[in-house]
């Protein structure tokens, strides 16, 4: 197994979805629904079970948890409010958005300590009152190989709070500006790049620094890796929005089928030199503004052998 590719992962299944209000002002990836609320939820309902029979097909374990919030809109986005570390670490982080405060859950923790090893847990959330934020995986795209955070700069990524996560759990920070096409900041890190064992899915082209970009690129390639550069366009699509696991036959990369078919035949083989590709299909829940990468939270955690 990789330790950048997680074998297990945490899922959070949706009750009342709906794109959020309270994070549409800086989440350009959001769209409108034209349908009543109770039909988009069942079609977030049927997506989601869908991905995890899919995922639990290609020999995935997935640990599913209901959602039973009336104002929990993007609980299906588990990776922004905790995340497991190699070594026995989990961390809690503080949310921009005041109803995404509301996905933090502590049956999560608690079966993460019941069947995962777990020496600590590190709750950042506190610090919310005080305006620092640090939305998790989505925030951050972490190289468990090399150590790195790779991190776009936005105010859901608080700099200060930053130093004290790296400091604390071993990480290099690595910050950068990256915009679209119109000149906007990307809203989260992990919309922009996936990092796997072998492969890096990143739009080079958004990273308007051409010294910054050439110095990522670099490092990215370090440990022998390939870099899929996407273009604006594909990012759009949520091309940069995967993650990347491990089966029991290899690695395998999860991605929308909206990310999938934004992919060149170029790309795709580049891509299944490394890792077979795994897409599933979620439209209405990418209308929430994330996609594949954010609704799985990968446990880097040891399992207990009770």
Not at 83 to 104: D, K
Not at 161 to 168: A, G, I, K, P, S
Request: charge should be negative; include cysteine.
């Amino acid at each position: 197994m990789s330790i950048q590719a997680p074998s297990s992962v945490v899922m959070i299944r949706p009750d009342q979805f709906h794109p959020n209000p309270q994070t549409a002002g800086d989440n350009v990836f959001q769209t409108e629904l034209d349908t009543d609320a109770v039909t988009i939820a069942a079609r977030a309902q049927s997506e989601f079970d869908q991905a995890v029979e899919t995922l639990r097909e290609a020999g995935i374990e997935v640990h599913v948890f209901q959602d039973h919030g009336a104002d929990t809109p993007d609980s299906v986005f588990p990776n922004n409010w905790f995340s497991t570390h190699a070594g026995g670490s989990i961390a809690i982080y503080p949310m921009y958005a005041q109803n995404r405060r509301r996905e933090r859950r502590a049956d999560v923790i608690e079966l993460l300590k019941r069947d995962y090893r777990v020496q600590e847990v590190i709750d950042y959330s506190g610090l919310e009152p005080d305006g620092l934020y640090l939305e998790g995986t989505g925030a951050m795209v972490i190289d468990h190989l090399t150590r790195v955070a790779y991190v776009a700069r936005s105010h859901r990524a608080d700099p200060i709070l930053l130093e004290r996560f790296c400091t604390q759990f071993g990480y290099e920070p690595v910050v950068f500006d990256a915009v679209d096409q119109n000149g906007v900041p990307v809203y989260h890190t992990n919309v922009l790049m996936a990092i796997g064992t072998k492969i890096v899915m990143i739009s080079l082209e958004m990273i308007p620094d051409t010294n910054r970009r050439a110095e990522i690129a670099r490092r990215l390639r370090e440990p022998d890796r390939e870099i899929i550069d996407l273009t604006p366009a594909q990012i759009h699509a949520f091309a940069g929005n995967a993650i990347e696991l491990s089966s029991p036959e290899g690695r395998v990369l999860a991605l929308s089928q909206c990310a999938f078919d934004a992919l060149t035949t170029n790309q795709i083989n580049q891509l299944e030199r490394s890792v077979r590709l795994l897409h599933l299909s979620i439209p209405t829940l990418e209308s929430a503004g994330g996609s594949v990468r954010c609704m799985l939270a990968g446990i880097h955690l040891s399992k207990r052998t009770h």
